[in-house]
Nanobody, 121 residues
Framework: QVQLEESGGGLVQTGGSLRLSCAAAVSSWISTWINSMGWYRQAPGKQRELVAASSSDGGANYADSAKGRFTISRDNAKNTVYLQMNSLKPEDTAVYYC????????????WGQGTQVSVSS
């Protein structure tokens, strides 16, 4: 079982910034099987959607809504992924979930409990 500890959510005004952090409590050996670490979000009444993901080969992909405003980064030594969110908009309001894809093959996701991000207009 992989435990993910998230932090950094909160309430900000439009145009503000937040930085989310997610640390995966795994051994060094287990961490070698991490395929990607990323962030998803779910707004009320909507499906969970990808915000940004960082693959272990160094690549990153972003939702169109996040491009140019959000930056994902990783500290592999700490098994931690960050999401720097700038120029926040009310439509960014959602519960943000950390997700770690870990296993021999991609597609085996572990999820954090979620952290609320609220952007006021």
């Amino acid at each position: 079982q992989v435990q993910l500890e998230e932090s950094g959510g909160g309430l900000v005004q439009t145009g503000g910034s937040l930085r989310l952090s997610c640390a995966a409590a795994v051994s060094s050996w287990i961490s070698t099987w991490i395929n990607s670490m990323g962030w998803y979000r779910q707004a009320p009444g909507k499906q969970r959607e990808l915000v940004a993901a960082s693959s272990s080969d160094g690549g990153a992909n972003y939702a169109d809504s996040a491009k140019g405003r959000f930056t994902i980064s990783r500290d592999n030594a700490k098994n931690t992924v960050y999401l720097q969110m700038n120029s926040l908009k009310p439509e960014d309001t959602a519960v943000y979930y950390c997700a770690v894809d870990l296993g021999v093959r991609p597609g085996n996701f572990y999820w954090g409990q979620g952290t609320q991000v609220s952007v006021s207009s």
